[in-house]
Nanobody
Framework: QVQLVESGGGLVQAGGSLRLSCAAS????????MGWYRQAPGKQRELVTV???????SYLDSVKGRFTISRDNAKNTVFLQMSSLKPEDTAVYYC???????????????WGQGTQVTVSS
């Protein structure tokens, strides 16, 4: 059983910062990709940023230069540092991981429960 547990969401004024964390736990053999998606009311879920096991990253254009993803591989944890937040960043942020569990040759995708980020103008 694998769990992704997020923390760090909340309410912040425009221009402020927040840091999200997501810890993966369970019988994990290896994690290929960890990242963050978000879903605003009435909109589709979108990819915000991902980091591969080799350190490669990608970002949604609208967050480039403002958001930074990082990982602590020893703790199976991914972080999202969000700065210069805008009201349009308001959404539920979901942690995502593609990983391989102990004893399995396959990789599966897992999701966290989501954490609300609200940016007031």
């Amino acid at each position: 059983q694998v769990q992704l547990v997020e923390s760090g969401g909340g309410l912040v004024q425009a221009g402020g910062s927040l840091r999200l964390s997501c810890a993966a736990s369970g019988s994990i053999f290896s994690i290929n990709v960890m990242g963050w998606y978000r879903q605003a009311p009435g909109k589709q879920r979108e990819l915000v940023t991902v980091m591969h096991s080799d350190g490669r990253t990608s970002y949604l254009d609208s967050v480039k230069g403002r958001f930074t993803i990082s990982r602590d591989n020893a703790k199976n944890t991914v972080f999202l540092q969000m700065s210069s937040l805008k009201p349009e960043d308001t959404a539920v942020y979901y942690c995502n991981a593609v990983l391989q569990t102990m004893g399995s040759p396959y990789k599966f995708e897992y999701w966290g429960q989501g954490t609300q980020v609200t940016v007031s103008s």
